[in-house]
């Protein structure tokens, strides 16, 4: 199958040779299964939220528009070329498609993309205010040391798209001001993770914010758990010379 994707040797590198089937077919699943998770957790109402994933040859594998991400099937995927025209599948691109592109052009290292109004951090975007990482270790050691907020823009706007850019050269995740939430991984199952991480956090503070305020941890341990962060082989400091070509 011509159509494998580039990140084969990292995924065996994490799950053990041979452990993680890699092929059209699994992938195929494994974005139906993110898409129905997406659902079932209360992410995305009626047709709202996307995924893609990086495929060879300059290719993705996408959520159709149009459909609620419950009913999606296997057969409902569709998969796009470059500049976004379909060369697989009956259904159409979703709009949104220029942001996951905007990230994929920037990390090379990304396999998936995931997009959704999860409503704890989506209300805290509504607000205008930032989801905060430095209130948890583990989280530091996962997310970095900010979720960064991008302003409000209209669907489509080339502004949004720079600031995305620029954001996502430094941290996986990133709420988008009244919006929702962007995030990205070296396959699906790490971008829904974070997405489930982000939205966590998001909870975790609204019910903190009411006793007080968020405290953040000592900025000596942030340091130290940025550092734990880059020996874990996550964010850009753990990238700098790993970056491989995109597919
Ligand atoms: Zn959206």
Redesign the pocket.
Known sequence: MSERPPRTEALHRRHGVGAVDTSLAQLRRDLCDASHELHRRGWVANH??NASLRLAAGRFLMTPTAMSKRLIGEHDLIVVDGGGKVVQGARKPFS?WALHKAIFAIRPDVQAVI?A?PPAATALAVAGIEVEPKILAEAIVSLGDRIPMLRYALPGAASQEAALREAAAAFDVVTLEH??VLTCGDDVETALLRLELVEHLAEIALRALPLGKLRTLPEVDVAELLQRRTRAGLGPAARVGKARPAG
């Open positions: 709202d939220g949104e997009h109004h919006h929702g």
